[in-house]
């Protein structure tokens, strides 16, 4: 079985600072890695995915991530955000890349001014 | 090009009675995804339809039913509801075989009293 663990359930961070939101996972298998996006009252925005290949990722907005094998991490970083960015992020992983995914509990960022 | 539709947007429904939710997929894809998502808590997958058969169910019980038609739109019915059953669910579709992610709808939020 597959599981997500995003480490910290709130970032709160000035604009235009740095930003890292740490995701581990486990699987005895290899998984594909998916970062999402959720602001107030909408669905779920895909930021960026990992399927396989570099394991730096681009995504949209600015965002990218990192796949470490051998840490089981797949964090999100961004280097100057907004208050714009401020949202419910979830970290996915799924065993094929169309298949059901596994989420873990979330990490909210909160942008100040 | 119309994303991920899904009806209606909110709903309050009493303890025991049944509920039907509507999903139509982006166009072009075949696959539709359901997941309850708790308030606070990371999306749980509930089951996936391909060519009108329920292909993966995640570990919810037989009271979550769903169905998808011809057109590929689908629908999750819940029986006997349940005040735990209050939460936001999300539809998502994808194109079999594809590797580009699902896209999600805004969801519907439904509230057991």
């Known amino acids: 079985a597959q599981s997500v663990t995003q480490l910290d359930s709130q970032v709160p961070v000035f604009e235009e600072a740095p930003v890292e939101l740490r995701c581990n996972y486990s699987?005895?298998?290899?998984?594909?890695l998916f970062w999402y996006v959720q602001y107030p009252n909408q669905g779920l925005q895909l930021l960026l995915k990992?399927?396989?290949?570099?394991?730096l990722v681009k995504g949209i907005n600015g965002f990218e991530a990192e796949f470490n094998k051998s840490q089981t991490s797949f964090h999100l970083r961004k280097p100057s955000v907004h208050i714009s960015d401020t949202a419910e992020y979830f970290c996915a992983v799924s065993v094929t890349a169309a298949g059901k995914l596994i989420f873990g509990q979330g990490t909210t960022l909160q942008v100040k001014p | 090009d119309a994303g991920v539709t899904q009806s209606p947007t909110h709903l309050i429904k009493t303890r025991g009675q049944q509920v039907t939710l509507r999903c139509s997929p982006k166009?072009?894809?075949?696959?539709v995804s359901w997941y309850q998502q708790a308030l606070g808590q990371g999306p749980q997958f509930i089951f996936q339809y391909y060519e009108e058969e329920e292909r993966q169910r995640g570990n919810f019980p037989d009271r979550f039913s769903g169905h998808q038609f011809p057109n590929y739109s689908s629908e999750l019915n819940v029986n006997a509801l349940l005040l735990g059953d209050s939460a936001l669910y999300l539809c998502?579709?994808?194109?079999?075989?594809?590797?580009?992610?699902?896209?999600f709808g805004s969801g519907t939020r439904l509230t057991v009293v």
């Open positions: 990992y399927l396989s290949g570099s394991t």
């Open positions: 998502a579709s994808s194109l079999a075989g594809q590797n580009y992610g699902y896209t």
């Open positions: 699987s005895s298998v290899s998984v594909y």
């Open positions: 166009s072009g894809h075949d696959t």
